[in-house]
């Protein structure tokens, strides 16, 4: 199946692909208009993998976001040096629905991140690789995913013990005074 801009070349193929949840690209170049094309015709994922995929820019994931944010509860991005604040902005405004999100960017802030908590309070899984990560981000996340139930971050030695220490008491009810 070839797809690209507003083509689908195999229409049985992609008839079938229209009524698919889940779609694993990992390591594969998608570009921008495949993800346009995704997200144009597949509008019913709920699950889409794009780790190491090559091509991935912030136009492509906006369109992703577009066609087919609403129905998607699973997203990974991983090692997509393009990707930046745009794209996270567009999933957490028209991704909602998001329950699981792992990210991996050197590239993404508290910008970004604070987007996505104030979008996406829905999260129950949330899987971070940032290395501009500070408290600020880690507080948002604490203050608007109420049902996140897994955080896993990674990369930033920005984090001080006072948003850990928030973590810990909204998360666990822990009645912690800092500092220590």
């Known amino acids: 199946m070839l797809l690209y801009g507003n083509i ?18 990992q390591g594969c170049y998608v570009g921008d208009y495949g993800l346009a094309a995704v997200g144009k015709y597949f509008t019913r994922f709920a699950d889409l993998n794009m780790q190491f995929c090559e091509g991935l820019t912030d136009v492509g994931l906006v369109w992703l ?41 050197e590239f993404i802030c508290n910008k970004d991140l604070l ?29 608007f995913c109420p049902v996140l ?16 220490f928030l973590f810990l008491e909204i998360f666990f009810n822990w009645n912690l005074h800092y500092p220590f």
């Not at 998607?72 to 999100?101: H, M």
């Not at 987007?115 to 203050?143: F, H, N, R, Y």
């Open 8 to 25: 689908c070349r195999d229409k049985f193929y992609c008839r079938e692909l229209q009524i698919t949840e889940s779609l694993g690209l």
């Open 65 to 105: 976001a577009l066609g087919c944010g609403r129905t998607l509860k699973s997203l990974e991005v991983a090692a997509s040096a393009k990707i930046t604040d745009v794209s996270l902005e567009a999933v957490g405004s028209y991704c909602r629905s998001l329950e699981t999100l792992s990210l991996e960017s």
């Open 115 to 143: 987007a996505v908590a104030k979008g996406c309070p829905l999260l129950i899984s949330l899987e971070l690789l940032c290395s501009k990560m500070t408290d600020e981000a880690l507080q948002a996340i604490t203050t």
């Open 149 to 164: 139930q897994f955080l896993s971050f990674c990369g930033s030695n920005y984090f001080t013990h006072k948003s850990v």
